[in-house]
T-cell receptor, first 112, second 115 residues
Framework: QKEVEQNSGPLSVPEGAIASLNCTYS??????FFWYRQYSGKSPELIMS????GDKEDGRFTAQLNKASQYVSLLIRDSQPSDSATYLC????????????FGSGTKLNVKP | DAGVIQSPRHEVTEMGQEVTLRCKPI?????LFWYRQTMMRGLELLIY????????DSGMPEDRFSAKMPNASFSTLKIQPSEPRDSAVYFC?????????????FGPGTRLTVL
């Protein structure tokens, strides 16, 4: 079992719709959770971090964390073609020498 | 801050040659990570350092790979001898432990092609 699981996609949504990206993790000791966006040919860019159960909103982005279900999600409202990228979920396990685990990423296509 | 700096941005070499990739982390960050990314295997953690000391090198694929961090502002990843299957994008990232969290920030990457 991988430490972080994501659906590889592609996930296709029309412009203006809500895109929902999901991620599950295996280590219950995970403490910090991150979403990175990676455009083709570029490096991963941090877009959201979340540390406690519930929702965290930043502009059009909302991260949701449910530690009991070991589930993290990212909602993108009013999706734009410029949101088309691969989204990587990452978790950090501080007790395990501050290890980071990345999912394989979900490719999002926003169609005009 | 300038962010994580990597050099070179592109490297093309022939099989058997030595390759050295360089990284300068964000000033003040005490963790440094080396990753490799390919279409087939995704983003793989190779090795990471805390305060210049290697913590976990279990992701280093073979003895041909080695990494050093002689000081807080510089790290190298060396491949000797290089092979075509080493072709990938190599990322360096850094982070700092804070009470609120410890986001990791990536450099622009080095695209390595081994012919």
């Amino acid at each position: 079992q991988k430490e972080v699981e994501q659906n590889s996609g592609p996930l296709s949504v029309p412009e203006g719709a809500i895109a929902s990206l999901n991620c599950t993790y295996s280590d219950r000791g995970s403490q910090s959770f991150f979403w990175y966006r990676q455009y083709s040919g570029k490096s991963p860019e941090l877009i959201m971090s979340i540390y406690s159960n519930g929702d965290k909103e930043d502009g059009r982005f909302t991260a949701q964390l449910n530690k009991a279900s070991q589930y993290v999600s990212l909602l993108i409202r009013d999706s734009q073609p410029s949101d088309s990228a691969t989204y990587l979920c990452a978790v950090n396990v501080r007790y395990n020498f501050n290890k980071f685990y990345f999912g394989s990423g979900t490719k999002l296509n926003v169609k005009p | 801050d300038a962010g994580v700096i990597q050099s070179p941005r592109h490297e093309v070499t022939e099989m058997g040659q030595e390759v050295t990739l360089r990284c300068k982390p964000i000033s003040g960050h005490d963790y440094l990570f080396w990753y490799r990314q390919t279409m087939m295997r995704g983003l793989e953690l190779l090795i990471y350092f805390n305060n210049n000391v290697p913590i976990d090198d279990s992701g280093m694929p073979e003895d041909r790979f080695s990494a050093k961090m002689p000081n807080a502002s510089f790290s190298t990843l060396k491949i000797q001898p290089s092979e075509p299957r080493d072709s990938a994008v190599y990322f360096c990232a850094s982070s700092e432990i804070r009470t609120a969290g410890n986001e990791q920030f990536f450099g622009p990457g080095t695209r390595l092609t081994v012919l």
